[in-house]
């Protein structure tokens, strides 16, 4: 792919930059590219596998929602709606601000994140919806190099994956029963959006297409 193909697709997907939410204080997170002081050729491959990067967990968020629209980028919003003084309510409508891949590679994506939980049988599956989504361990960067024992580990995943509704970010800092976010962050996702999904009330799978088909 080469640094110019795959840093262009870094800034499609929004990493390194602000999102632009509502919400003070947000950072850009840290991408290092060609051109600048610190980088290295080496970075290119670290940084397809997520090390020598730092990624906020809205960016994340941002990115992965991405491949649930169709490979559209979404202006993320900390709300649905403003009142202001008045009493006047303000909705924000849903905003494009950018295409991050084709709509084709995005449902290659989502079939690819979707079996890869089949097949190992995920503690992220939820029983009757289709899931996509994808483990994270990150390592933490310490004086010399990185943490031999402590990480960073999430997962982060959509559904249902033929109607996406939701996109959920699970992230636990240094977890203590395990290292991996297969492990940790995987079943808590799982967990979560089983409630989820009750209270957006989101009929199972079957039940939708079922009522899709008409019958």
Known sequence: MGPTRYYNGLDNFGFGQRTGIDLEGEIAGMVRRPGNANWYESDLGTNSFGQGMA???LQVIVGMSAIANDGLIMQPRLAASRVDANGTVTEFEPTVIGRAISAETAATLKEMLTNALQQEASPALVPGYRVAGKTSTSEIPIAGGYDPERTIASFVGFGPVDDPQFVVLIK?????????GSETAAPV????????VVLMEIPPDDVRTAGIGGG
């Open 55 to 57: 990624a906020t967990p």
């Open 172 to 180: 636990l800092d240094k977890p203590t029963t395990s290292r991996w």
């Open 189 to 196: 996702f799982g967990r979560f959006v089983s409630r989820l």
